[in-house]
């Protein structure tokens, strides 16, 4: 399809998306649906006309800083500590049952 060839969408259309996503739809819902879905392409063939050549891709409207902290060294926790709710342990490990068959 060419760039600014008006598409337009169907009652017929908006039908097959239905049954595709196994929705029912009224007659009148249909007729609504595919009233707002053709607005939408409208506005969107009224953008196409800008010249936006000049303008830089944005993946967002406003400034983004990375928010992660830097890094801290610290002691971890003592083994018995963290291995004391485990409901098996063996030699420092958490001892979880076998699930992968020879």
């Given amino acids: 399809m060419e760039r600014g060839e008006n598409v ?36 969107m063939d009224k ?13 967002h409207v406003i400034p983004i800083q990375n928010v992660f902290r830097e890094d801290e060294v610290f002691d971890s926790l003592p083994l018995d500590e963290v291995l004391k709710n485990a409901p098996d342990s063996e030699k420092g490990f958490f001892k979880v049952p076998r699930v992968i068959e020879e």
């Fill in 8 to 43: 337009k969408i169907t009652k017929e259309t908006v039908e097959h998306v239905a049954n595709l996503a196994r929705l029912y739809l009224t007659e009148e819902e249909k007729e609504e649906m595919a009233e707002k879905l053709n607005s939408i392409l409208e506005y």
């Fill in 47 to 59: 953008l196409s006309e800008l010249d936006t050549k000049d303008v830089p891709p944005t993946s």
